[in-house]
C-alpha cells in the first residue's frame, strides 16, 4: 500500500525499486534458511551460525557472564548476528528471578528473538503483491507516503515497535502455559536490542540496563542510557500497580527498594514493575509490555553495552563506558567489565552475597580484534559450548541438563525474614518528573522477598 519509490543500493548504479526494507531483508533470509517453524528452530539453535549464548565473541561483539553467590546463575544472554539479514544483529540480556529463574531467562533467551523474526515475517506476507516506502539499510526520514503522510523512517518505527510488542506479549502467554515450566512466582527480565543498520531498536522490562558509549564535541567518551530501569519507585510504574489492587512499599530495613505486593498477603515482594513470568502478580499490575525506543546512531557511537542489574547495582554508566573503552582488546570487554563489578562488589557490600553478572558488549563500527589478540585472552573463537560456572548445556524445559536447585538463593531465609515493618510508598497525583529516571539508587538486594506457595484461587479481601 502506499507510493512507490526508488532508492540507492550499495551499487553506484543500480536502482532498488519498491520492495520494502523487511521485505528485502527476508528475501535475504530465506535464501538462506527460514525460521518461521518455532519447533525445529529450537531444536536446532546450538547449530545456528553467528548466534552466541555462552562465553565467548563474535564478529563485532563480546559477551560474558558469571555466577554470583546466590545460587545457580539465573542471567542469560544472547548476540545473534545475521539475525534478520546481513546488516541485523539482535542482543539481549535475560535476568531471572524465583525458583525457575535461571530456566525463564534462558526460555526467553531461545524464544523471544523466534518470536520476533515470526511477527516481522508475517508483516512480509501481509505486503506481499503490494507496494510500500522503504529504504535499504539506512532509513531515510525524506521518504513519505504520499496517502499516509508518514515517512519510511516512521513506517519501519512503527514496525519494529509492534513486532516487539507482539513478540513480548506472545512470550509472556507462551511462559503462562508451559507444560514443564512454573512462573507462578518465577520470572525474567529482558532488554534486547535489534541494531539496523544505523538504527537501534530497543524492547525491555525490568531493570536490566542498555547504555551508548558515545563520543561528545570536545572527543571524549560518554554514557548515553537508552533505556529506564522499569521498578516500582518510579510513579507511573507504582500507580499502575495501586490501580491494580497491587501494594508497593519498602521494607524498614531496605527503605531504598520499593517492592510489589499481593493486596491479601506481604508477599512476593517483587522488586521490578514489569517481567516475564510471575503470574502471582499479573492481575495486580505487573506486566511484560516492554518499553519501545528507537534510536538512529552517529560516527560519534562507539558501542553499546547490555547488562543484568548485578553490574549496575555496583558501576554507575560513566564507569562502564570508561571500563569498556579502556579495555586492552575488544574481546576481553566484558569479561573485564564483569571482573570490575565482582571487585566493586567485595569492596562496597563485604558482607552481601555477589549478584550474578551477564554482559554484552556491542562494537557499532563491526570490528573486532585480531585472531591472534582473542586467543591471548583465553577465548576460543568458536561459540563455547559451556558456561562461566560450568553448567550443563541447556534445554528448554530444564530437565536432565540443570544442576539440581537444592535452595532457592534468590529468597531470604527464615531468620532474615522475620518482623518486617513496612514503609508505604506515597505516590502524589502528577508528581512525576519526565526527566526523572530511578538511576540513582544502589539496590543489594534480592529481586523477591519470600515465596510462599500460593494458591490462584486464593480469595481477595
Not at 525445529?40 to 552466541?52: A, C, G, K, Y
Not at 557472564?65 to 544472554?77: L, S, W, Y
Not at 531515510?140 to 518505527?157: G, L, Q, T, Y
Not at 558509549?213 to 537508552?226: E, F, P, W, Y
Request: hydrophobic fraction near 35%; aromatic fraction near 8%; glycine fraction near 6%.
Amino acid at each position: 500500500m502506499g507510493g512507490c519509490v526508488s532508492i540507492s543500493s550499495k551499487s553506484d548504479e543500480e536502482r532498488i525499486s519498491p520492495s520494502c526494507l523487511l521485505i528485502d531483508m527476508f528475501r535475504h533470509k530465506r535464501s538462506r534458511r527460514t525460521f518461521s517453524d518455532n519447533a525445529t528452530t529450537l531444536q536446532h539453535l546450538s547449530s545456528i551460525p553467528n548466534r552466541i549464548f555462552t562465553n565467548g565473541r563474535s564478529r563485532s561483539s563480546c559477551i560474558f557472564t558469571q555466577q554470583g553467590r546466590k545460587g545457580i546463575n539465573q542471567d542469560a544472554m544472547i548476540v545473534w548476528e545475521d539475525f534478520m539479514e546481513e546488516e541485523v544483529t539482535f542482543c539481549g540480556v535475560f535476568d531471572g528471578h524465583g525458583p525457575h529463574g535461571h530456566m525463564v531467562a534462558r526460555k526467553v533467551r531461545d524464544t523471544l528473538p523466534l518470536k520476533l523474526s515470526t511477527f516481522l515475517n508475517s508483516f512480509e506476507s501481509k505486503q506481499n503483491g503490494s507496494s510500500a516506502n522503504c529504504c535499504n539499510g539506512n532509513i531515510k526520514s525524506d521518504v513519505v507516503d504520499p496517502e499516509n503522510n508518514i515517512s519510511a523512517e516512521e513506517k519501519v518505527e512503527s514496525l519494529w515497535r509492534e513486532a516487539f510488542l507482539k513478540s513480548y506479549k506472545a512470550m509472556d502467554k507462551e511462559l503462562r502455559s508451559h507444560p514443564n515450566l512454573d512462573c507462578f512466582c518465577s520470572g525474567s527480565t529482558a532488554v534486547t536490542v535489534a541494531k539496523q543498520g544505523s538504527n537501534l531498536f530497543m524492547g525491555y522490562i525490568g531493570d536490566s540496563r542498555a547504555i551508548l558509549g558515545s563520543k561528545d564535541s570536545n572527543d571524549s567518551m560518554v554514557a548515553i542510557q537508552l533505556t529506564i530501569d522499569l521498578k516500582p519507585d518510579l510513579p507511573r510504574e507504582a500507580e499502575r500497580i495501586k490501580r491494580c489492587k497491587g501494594r508497593v512499599f519498602a521494607l524498614q530495613d531496605e527503605p531504598e527498594v520499593q517492592r510489589v505486593w499481593l493486596p491479601f498477603d506481604d508477599a512476593p515482594g517483587l522488586a521490578m514493575a514489569r517481567a516475564f513470568g510471575d503470574f502471582c502478580l499479573k492481575e495486580y499490575g505487573v506486566i511484560s509490555i516492554p518499553e519501545f525506543s528507537h534510536r538512529v546512531l552517529t560516527d560519534k557511537d562507539k558501542f553499546v553495552v547490555l547488562a543484568s542489574d548485578g553490574v549496575w547495582d555496583v558501576l554507575s554508566n560513566e564507569e562502564v563506558v570508561e571500563i569498556v573503552s579502556s579495555a586492552p582488546t575488544r574481546s576481553s570487554a566484558a569479561r573485564i567489565l564483569v571482573d570490575s563489578a565482582a571487585r566493586e562488589w567485595k569492596a562496597k557490600y563485604p558482607t552481601s552475597k555477589m549478584d550474578d553478572c551477564a554482559v554484552v558488549c556491542l562494537f557499532l563500527d563491526g570490528k573486532m580484534d585480531s585472531e591472534s589478540d582473542y586467543e591471548e585472552q583465553c577465548f576460543s573463537s568458536a561459540t563455547v559450548q559451556s558456561n562461566h560456572s560450568g553448567n550443563a548445556l541447556e534445554s528448554d524445559d530444564g530437565q536432565n541438563s540443570e544442576p539440581c536447585l537444592q535452595r532457592n538463593f534468590t529468597v531470604r531465609s527464615s531468620e532474615d525474614s522475620d518482623q518486617y515493618n513496612r514503609v508505604h510508598l506515597d505516590i502524589k497525583d502528577g508528581a512525576e518528573d519526565q526527566n526523572w529516571s530511578g538511576l540513582e539508587g544502589v539496590t543489594r538486594v534480592n529481586s523477591l522477598v519470600q515465596l510462599p506457595r500460593f494458591s490462584e484461587e486464593k480469595p481477595r479481601p
